[in-house]
């Protein structure tokens, strides 16, 4: 039987400007729809992934947690490097976003390139899936989830292929093959 391999997003966060994007916390909305997937029950998973991030922390360590299993965390996991900027206005945000996927090649603003952030990702899962004999579980970010998912399916980097709004989507494919299909709700896992 062909191992799985899961990659979920973090559910919603609660912004502060004030406070590092990476230091950012899941909010109400973001935590209740993580106990709500935990209480319903999970896939059989051996081992949960996790960006350093704190929403994404705070995502894979109750579903660790809820499968008795380790939870391996990864810098390399992290959503692309948007330092730079910080905080953005939300209309201002989606616009620079648009530029990331629109010029994979060119650092927008001074974020690390969508070329760049997809081959870090890539790498981190591929070395990840060659440490373990059973199913994993990728808790991440929708940006660099997209860069993956775009590289899995062999696409080109487009944001057509992005997550809806609000995160907490979960795409997942056999290990050796293409995801059957794009991102769906977390609560479909």
């Known amino acids: 039987m062909a191992r799985r391999a899961y990659y ?3 559910p919603q ?9 990476e230091a950012w916390g899941l909010s109400d909305i973001g935590h209740a729809r993580v106990a709500a997937l935990v209480a319903r029950g999970l896939p059989d998973i051996g081992v949960v ?3 350093l991030e704190v929403k994404a922390l705070e995502t894979a360590r109750p579903m660790a947690d809820a ?4 939870l ?9 490097d948007r330092s730079t900027t910080g905080f953005l206005p939300p209309a201002e945000f989606e616009a620079t976003a648009d530029h990331f996927f629109e010029e994979p090649d060119v650092s927008v ?3 690390e390139t969508a070329r760049a952030a997809q081959a870090r990702i890539v790498e981190a899962v591929q070395s990840a899936l060659l440490d373990i004999s059973g199913d994993a579980l990728f808790v991440g970010h929708g940006g660099v989830g997209t860069l993956l998912l775009c590289a899995l399916r062999g696409v080109e980097i487009d944001r057509r292929y992005d997550q809806g709004p609000g995160g907490g989507q979960v795409f997942d494919w056999k290990v050796g093959h293409k ?11």
């Open 72 to 80: 391996v965390t990864c810098a390399d996991m992290g959503e692309n």
């Open 13 to 21: 966060v609660r912004i502060d400007p004030d406070v590092a994007i």
């Open 67 to 70: 499968l008795c299993c380790p």
């Open 179 to 189: 995801p059957d299909a794009g991102w769906r709700r977390m609560e479909d896992l």
């Open 8 to 10: 979920l997003s973090h």
């Open 109 to 111: 603003r001074g974020w």
């Open 49 to 51: 992934y996790s960006s």
